[in-house]
């Protein structure tokens, strides 16, 4: 079946480079995703990649795919205390783009 | 442009009554879902409607569980009778391609 995990916890310092890490199982997915929830608020999407790359970079998000290992992974570049939220991971998992299977989430703390 | 919205924030119900949580897709979204989070783990698929037809119901839990999409804009989605279990986050999801999903803030629900 589907299944998504993510550690539950990351903590970083301001300034620092934060890594989020997710592995999945469905080698069928055509697209992973990270979501950013922040206190009181739903769920935005961060960004996309496609199966078919290895990375994708937007400003100071970086996305790696490896698709050996069914493992994906968002890098934040200096991270600031805004970032402090909970991460999920997601994938379209077998059945196309109909449903979004996600993680438990991790939640980011960044301390100043 | 509105994003997706959710009425209400919050709702507190005693097992056995019936509660209704209303979404609000982006304008011209032909595609809804409906999520949920329950205790803190991760978020499952409900169901997905292409305007008014329900394409995709496999993650409804029961059939105490009862949505709609009359007229292919806002949705419906009815608990009745509600049980402790059913307490969680219910979130609402609208996509006009569907590798896009944009959230609504979510409907927390609490059962005693």
């Known amino acids: 079946g589907e299944d998504v995990e993510q550690s539950l916890f990351l903590s970083v310092r301001e300034g620092d480079s934060s890594v989020i890490n997710c592995t999945y199982t469905?080698?069928?997915?055509?697209?992973l995703y990270w979501y950013k929830q922040e206190p009181g608020a739903g769920l935005q999407l961060l960004t996309y990649?496609?199966?078919?790359?290895d990375m994708k970079q937007d400003q100071r998000l970086t996305v790696l795919l490896n698709k050996k290992d069914k493992h994906l992974s968002l890098r934040i570049a200096d991270t600031q205390t805004g970032d402090s939220a909970i991460y999920f991971c997601?994938?379209?998992?077998?059945?196309?783009?109909?449903?979004?299977?996600f993680g438990t989430g991790t939640r980011l703390l960044v301390s100043p | 442009e509105a994003g997706v919205t959710q009425f209400p924030s919050h709702s507190v119900i005693e097992k056995g009554q019936t509660v209704t949580l209303r979404c609000d897709p982006i304008?011209?979204?032909?595609?809804l879902y409906w999520y949920r989070r329950v205790m803190g783990k991760e978020i499952k698929f409900l169901l997905h409607?292409?305007?008014?037809?329900?394409?995709?119901e496999s993650g409804m839990p029961n059939n105490r569980f009862l949505a709609e999409r009359t007229g292919g804009t806002y949705s419906t989605l009815k608990v009745q009778p509600a049980e402790l279990e059913d307490s969680g986050v219910y979130f609402c999801?609208?996509?006009?391609?569907?590798?896009?999903?944009?959230f609504g803030p979510g409907t927390r629900l609490t059962v005693l």
């Open positions: 304008s011209g979204h032909d595609n």
């Open positions: 997601a994938e379209t998992g077998n059945t196309g783009f109909q449903k979004l299977v």
């Open positions: 990649i496609f199966s078919n790359m």
């Open positions: 999801a609208s996509s006009l391609i569907r590798n896009e999903q944009f």
């Open positions: 469905d080698s069928s997915s055509t697209y």
């Open positions: 409607f292409v305007k008014e037809s329900k394409q995709d």
